[in-house]
């Protein structure tokens, strides 16, 4: 019983280290995320003012129509604020999408130091390139 044990052991192990990798995620720059949400934003806008109009018009037809036609209107209504609902997603998808976009930094600065031979009390500036990324 304990040679089998061992042996589905070993075979399990020798099973997890022949697997294949997973390729790493591709690398989306700043110029990406920003195009990313200005579609989405754009989408949303397009969602929430088309849904509006669609609700006015629901409105104004339902103000004015028999009761025959109350239902159409009332169901033209609702899908209004179908695709006023939808736009939520896109406006919240394209704001974090621009943060991920400003967490993604470089800068060229010159940094104060003190000088390596010190004879006197005067700083130097030294050049510096800081890159701000976000793990998150």
Do not use: C, H
Not at 12 to 22: R, T, V, Y
Not at 72 to 96: E, N, R, T
């Amino acid at each position: 019983m304990k040679k089998i044990l061992v042996l589905l052991l070993i075979l399990a192990l020798a099973e997890s280290n022949f697997g294949q990798q997973i390729p790493p995620a591709s690398k989306i720059t700043k110029d990406q995320y920003l195009r990313k949400s200005k579609n989405q934003k754009t989408t949303a806008w397009i969602l929430l003012g088309s849904g509006t109009l669609i609700i006015a018009g629901g409105i104004i037809g339902f103000s004015e129509s028999t009761l025959d036609k109350a239902d159409q209107y009332g169901w033209i209504m609702i899908a209004g604020v179908v695709l006023d609902l939808a736009s939520i997603p896109f406006f919240i998808l394209s704001g974090k999408n621009k943060k991920r976009a400003n967490a993604i930094t470089a800068n060229f600065q010159f940094e104060r130091g003190m000088p390596n031979i010190q004879r006197g009390l005067a700083l130097n500036y030294y050049p510096a390139i800081s890159m701000k990324i976000q793990l998150r």
